[in-house]
């Protein structure tokens, strides 16, 4: 097998292996990750990556109205002063052209590119223990190794594509949100259809409605959404982030979502119908995620919740003209923010528009696809596009898409059969210094991404530092540890409504059969960065450690 050579001035490391630590994943977190290893630590890294570019997520979503859902101020690394000073955001909430030109400007900023393989998916990864090394190959079979191996492979980057039959006799186009062509897609006249109504599917309906001839919308599940209310940011608006970077930052990395916002300290409960609703109103016309922060108790309090599910639902009634595709639209079946909480521009309001129809799977399901659309049991939909907004293998697809093994050969998959196993979210109990960024356990994809991305990296960065001034080789996290970790994620999801929302993919509801279990860390990105400092200080508690 051929063998890629060491990075850019690496020399041999002492340990034998090409690197001193391999990176999956040329996204976020790998990009940091390559930055605190290499230059920071002065470790030779080798990141690799499956894509003809950077950027991870924002590589391959590409999709119609494509665009964050953090504010732009908030959804960038806070790891450097000197970044934050040259980089200016042009919107409130980025789209994913500005955020992967941001991307770029941080890999040509601190010459991440020269560690950097591209068009390089990884297949496999085995563990040799007499070596005390990871050895991973890619998809051209070419092998490399290092003693630390480092997963950065995202949390929603193995895109689900459902097993309808007939997909392969399907004569027009099919697209997933998630793979999505880089020469976009023109949908000028065209009879489009669309399958799925999370939050991509409601970015992308508004957008494809504007050109297309016309488009049916496939719901599977009814959802809600505020209002993004997106701008262009004003100059006062960018003075006032510059000068307060310190707050925001501290904001961020001390509350629970890791957004610029704190939730407020007040019970939906304790207040005035009129004055709920004078606060729903003016939390509405503000739009975004803030909405879920208007009360303290809106994920721990059913009758609290049901406040703010009840306006959300006379918003989409008051929104959308017609009664009976009101109806279906507001018809949801959990509590609010139990499932990732959308936000959007203008996606009830294309409900009114002659070109665009609901059709309501839960009456009719899809039967199949045939060669000229798609089939339900009321009714057969001719089409030239398909676009499957039916989202990802969360948390653990991406890793389990990779032959992961560790002692003894055992596979991740097996480790994993009953749901993911493992400590902090950071390592799996048999797969010695392997560490998985922003994995199931860890509060991932219930916070701002960027602020879970440092908060890990710098964890691991820490770690391994520490490692090599004490001499010691390998790191492993302890079984008891990561069972009790399960059992501690367990419960804080089971003291929120959380697990309420049977189809959720936090859940891995979207994929059939997988296991159904509540995947991220649901006690708030400031309670486990205390947790993962403690665990650090005690010695690594909970790690057994060797030279």
Not at 85 to 106: A, D, F, G
Not at 143 to 152: D, H, K, M, N, V
Not at 409 to 429: F, H, I, K, M, S
Request: aromatic share 10%; proline share 6%; net charge negative.
């Amino acid at each position: 097998m051929n063998h890629i050579a060491p990075g850019s001035g690496a020399g041999t490391p002492a340990h034998g292996g090409d690197f001193d630590a391999i990176v999956i994943g040329a996204g976020f977190s790998g990009m940091y990750l390559l930055h605190r290893l290499r230059d920071q630590l002065g470790l030779s890294v080798r990141v690799l990556e499956a894509a003809d570019g950077v950027g991870g997520t924002w590589h391959w979503n590409r999709y119609p109205g494509a665009r964050c859902d953090s504010e732009s101020h908030s959804y960038c690394y806070y790891f450097s002063k000197e970044l934050l000073e040259e980089w200016e955001w042009s919107e409130r909430y980025p789209t994913q052209p500005e955020i992967l030109r941001y991307l770029n400007h941080v890999a040509d900023r601190f010459d991440l590119r020269r560690d950097i393989a591209l068009n390089t998916r990884v297949s496999a990864a085995r563990f040799d223990e007499a070596a005390n090394l990871w050895q991973v190959t890619t998809a051209e079979g070419r092998t490399l190794s290092a003693p630390f191996l480092i997963t950065a492979v995202g949390c929603l980057s193995a895109a689900n594509v459902p097993k309808i039959p007939g997909l392969g006799d399907f004569a027009g186009q099919w697209y997933h949100t998630g793979e999505w062509p880089q020469e976009g897609v023109d949908f000028a006249g065209k009879r489009v259809g669309q399958i799925g109504t999370g939050s991509t599917g409601i970015q992308a309906v508004p957008v494809i409605a504007e050109t297309a001839g016309h488009l049916w919308v496939f719901q599977r599940t009814a959802n809600y959404s505020v209002p993004a209310h997106n701008a262009p940011l004003s100059p006062e608006a960018k003075r006032w982030i510059r000068e307060h970077r310190e707050d925001i930052r501290e904001v961020m990395t001390t509350n629970t979502n890791g957004h610029p916002f704190h939730i407020e300290d007040r019970s939906a409960l304790a207040v005035s119908e009129e004055e709920r609703q004078r606060l729903y109103e003016q939390a509405w016309a503000k739009g975004g995620l803030q909405f879920r922060a208007t009360f303290r108790d809106l994920l721990t309090d059913k009758a609290a919740n049901d406040t703010a599910s009840e306006f959300l639902r006379a918003k989409i009634r008051s929104i959308v003209k017609d009664p009976k595709t009101a109806a279906i639209l507001s018809n949801i079946d959990h509590p609010y923010a139990t499932k990732r909480p959308p936000i959007d521009s203008g996606y009830f309001e294309a409900f009114n528009r002659d070109n665009v129809t609901l059709v309501d799977l839960r009456a009719a399901p899809i039967e199949r696809i045939t060669p000229r659309g798609i089939k339900t049991k009321d009714a057969e939909y001719p089409l030239d596009i398909i676009v499957f907004a039916t989202g990802f293998d969360a948390l653990t697809g991406p890793l389990l898409r990779i032959d992961v093994r560790g002692r003894d050969g055992r596979t991740l998959r097996d480790a994993w059969e009953a749901g993911p196993v493992n400590y902090l979210g950071l390592q799996v109990p048999g797969f010695p210094n392997m560490f998985t960024m922003t994995g199931p356990g860890s509060p991932s994809v219930l916070c701002n991404m960027p602020v879970a991305i440092e908060q890990h990296a710098n964890w691991i960065a820490d770690c391994i530092a520490g490692m090599r001034a004490k001499g010691l080789r390998r790191i492993e996290a302890r079984p008891e540890a990561a069972q009790t970790w399960v059992r501690d994620v367990n419960a804080a999801a089971e003291s929120t409504l959380l697990p309420e929302a049977g189809s959720s993919w936090y859940l891995g509801a979207n994929v059939p059969g997988k296991p159904r279990v509540f995947m991220p860390y649901a006690g708030g990105m400031a309670q486990y960065r205390a947790i993962c400092d403690e665990v650090a200080r005690k010695d690594y508690e909970g790690f057994a450690l060797s030279a």
